[in-house]
């Protein structure tokens, strides 16, 4: 059909024309949506900051050929003007929309979206620390595109873990068997922690000394980058680089 109704995360915007803007949506039924809000630009829109970065939205859509069209649009969740409040806050969102567009660059599906929600909604509420919600929405994103790591058992041979040799490369840890020379081992409480990362476990993951966080943190950057191929632009903006993050 033509007109089409659907909710949707907006993950980008670029300015079109004098006035205009195209809206890149990550869309809880038709996937990653581009599509053409006329006008936004002017202070007469109808839009006004419905369709910013990290808003969620009721959306109305005409299809065309190329881009849709967006011809309403009515606020689900006013994340973003929470979000950009807080530096922190802000450079973590940026790398979760900018990870969430590149997953679904070929294949989308629900439990994408709700991830994605759920990540956007908890920065937006000061749930957690800012880097702790990234990681967790990086591993779990991951997975959900059939990334999944192991911090438990060998991620290549499923020999029964724990083992505590790490290599992004191969999908997490590895036994002494499959390791190669010189990879680098993690302590426990880091592998812990990465588990509960991966599985949402909250307890867990703010019982966690800095120190852990901080090794945790950069294991996760660097399997993300591993895995996407290219870097992620957004990652330069975070307090700690993603070579700080890997230390």
């Given amino acids: 059909m033509p007109i089409y109704r659907d909710e949707g995360v907006v993950l980008r915007t670029h300015k079109l024309g004098e006035a205009d803007r195209i809206v890149t949506l ?3 039924r038709n996937g ?3 599509a053409v809000a006329k006008g936004i630009r002017r202070t007469s829109s109808r839009f006004g900051s419905r369709l910013e ?7 109305q859509l005409y299809e065309g050929r190329s881009l849709d069209t967006i011809t309403q649009a009515e606020t689900l969740g006013a994340y973003g ?3 950009v409040a807080d530096y922190d806050s802000y450079t973590a969102a940026n790398v979760i929309v900018e990870t969430a567009d590149k997953l679904t660059e070929s294949d989308s599906n629900r439990n994408q979206y709700v991830l994605l929600l759920g990540a956007l909604r908890s920065l937006s509420r ?3 620390t800012p ?4 990681d967790s929405y990086l591993l779990r994103a991951l997975s959900l595109a059939g990334w999944a790591p192991s911090f438990h058992d060998c991620s290549r041979c499923q020999a029964q873990g724990p083992h505590a040799t790490v290599v992004v490369q191969m999908g997490g840890v ?3 068997e ?3 020379p010189g990879s680098p081992r993690i302590a426990a409480e880091v592998r812990e922690h990465l588990g509960a990362l991966l599985a949402g476990q909250w307890d867990v993951v703010e019982a966690s000394e800095e120190r852990v966080r901080a090794q945790a943190s950069g294991i996760v950057a660097a399997y993300v980058q591993w895995h996407l191929e290219r870097g992620l632009r957004s990652f330069a903006h975070l307090s700690s680089s993603p070579e700080e993050r890997q230390q």
């Fill in 26 to 28: 990550l869309t809880r």
């Fill in 32 to 34: 990653k949506v581009r």
């Fill in 53 to 59: 970065p990290f808003m969620v939205a009721d959306l």
């Fill in 81 to 83: 003007q929470h979000i």
């Fill in 126 to 128: 000061h749930e957690h």
């Fill in 131 to 134: 880097s702790q919600t990234l």
């Fill in 174 to 176: 590895v036994c002494t």
């Fill in 178 to 180: 499959c390791a190669p």
